[in-house]
T-cell receptor
Framework: SQTIHQWPATLVQPVGSPLSLECTVEGTSNPNLYWYRQAAGRGLQLLFYSVGIGQISSEVPQNLSASRPQDRQFILSSKKLLLSDSGFYLC??????????FGPGTRLLVL | GDSVTQMEGPVTLSEEAFLTINCTYTATGYPSLFWYVQYPGEGLQLLLKATKADDKGSNKGFEATYRKETTSFHLEKGSVQVSDSAVYFCALSDHNAGNMLTFGGGTRLMVKP
């Protein structure tokens, strides 16, 4: 079975600073990968998904971007954080089958 | 487009009470249906799933039956425990849209001793 790793677990950043969140996958090759955001007390919003190296699809236009430099690595970035970027960021993957497995999440607080 | 609607929470129950969390969906194709659980401060864990009509998914005392005629996938448990306190998400995967998941808004369950 696959395991999703995320880091850092918690991050506090000032407004206007850059962001880099990392997600890596163990136990499978060529997974589909996903970034979700969960605002406090709310549901999940799909931000990006990737079906392979260098292939990124964006679901919501915003100041965030994603990259997939390696098969099992998925990075979420921002050049300048906004207050509204605060939230819980979840990485997920599937092995081409329909069940997605989630990482432990990164809690981001922008001050 | 596809959508999932869950009952709004929070749902507050006493230990050993019966739990039902309603979930209904709309989809253009023949989706698979999922329940995920999120314990405080953690990511989501797959709780159970069903891939076709009349299938029953079950795990840890929870169960849900895929009802095509009512487009529903209600989550039930006969006797909840304090440790079941979490947020529960219903989701669907429409095979016409790859493996993309559409989530409901989540339902917070609080179980009191």
């Amino acid at each position: 079975s696959q395991t999703i790793h995320q880091w850092p677990a918690t991050l506090v950043q000032p407004v206007g600073s850059p962001l880099s969140l990392e997600c890596t996958v163990e136990g499978t090759s060529n997974p589909n990968l996903y970034w979700y955001r969960q605002a406090a007390g709310r549901g999940l919003q799909l931000l990006f998904y990737s079906v392979g190296i260098g292939q990124i699809s964006s679901e919501v236009p915003q100041n965030l971007s994603a990259s997939r430099p390696q098969d099992r690595q998925f990075i979420l970035s921002s050049k300048k954080l906004l207050l509204s970027d605060s939230g819980f960021y979840l990485c997920a993957g599937d092995a081409g089958f329909e069940t997605q497995y989630f990482g432990p999440g990164t809690r981001l607080l922008v001050l | 487009g596809d959508s999932v609607t869950q009952m709004e929470g929070p749902v507050t129950l006493s230990e050993e009470a019966f739990l039902t969390i309603n979930c209904t969906y709309t989809a253009t194709g023949y989706p698979s249906l999922f329940w995920y659980v999120q314990y405080p401060g953690e990511g989501l864990q797959l709780l159970l799933k069903a891939t076709k009509a009349d299938d029953k998914g079950s795990n840890k005392g929870f169960e849900a039956t895929y009802r095509k005629e009512t487009t529903s996938f209600h989550l039930e448990k006969g006797s909840v425990q304090v440790s079941d306190s979490a947020v529960y998400f219903c989701a669907l995967s429409d095979h016409n849209a790859g493996n993309m998941l559409t989530f409901g808004g989540g339902t917070r369950l609080m179980v009191k001793p």
